[in-house]
Nanobody, 121 residues
Framework: QVQLVESGGGLVQPGGSLRLSCAAS????????IGWYRQAPEKQRELVAT???????NYADSVKGRFTISGDNAKNTVYLQMNSLKPEDTAVYYC???????????????WGQGTQVTVSS
């Protein structure tokens, strides 16, 4: 089985910083893509940032210059460093990864449980 465990969410003031972590564990042969998504109340889930196995990174326009995604291959962990946070960043943040569980198996998408980020004074 594959599990994605997220941590690092919480309450922060506008302009503050927060770092989210997502650790993948279980039967993992390879991770092809991993990233962060968020969903605010009464809004659709949206892409925040993604990282491919080849090292390519994509950010949503709303977070460019403020958020940084990075990974630690040895730990199967991805991070999201969030700086200059704004109230509109308030949402539940989810980690998602496209993972192969075996050499001859196809790729499936897995999701974490989500972690709440609240930006408020």
């Amino acid at each position: 089985q594959v599990q994605l465990v997220e941590s690092g969410g919480g309450l922060v003031q506008p302009g503050g910083s927060l770092r989210l972590s997502c650790a993948a564990s279980g039967s993992i042969f390879s991770i092809n893509l991993i990233g962060w998504y968020r969903q605010a109340p009464e809004k659709q889930r949206e892409l925040v940032a993604t990282l491919t196995s080849g090292g390519w990174i994509n950010y949503a326009d709303s977070v460019k210059g403020r958020f940084t995604i990075s990974g630690d291959n040895a730990k199967n962990t991805v991070y999201l460093q969030m700086n200059s946070l704004k109230p509109e960043d308030t949402a539940v943040y989810y980690c998602s990864a496209d993972i192969q569980t075996g050499r001859l198996t196809p790729t499936f998408s897995y999701w974490g449980q989500g972690t709440q980020v609240t930006v408020s004074s």
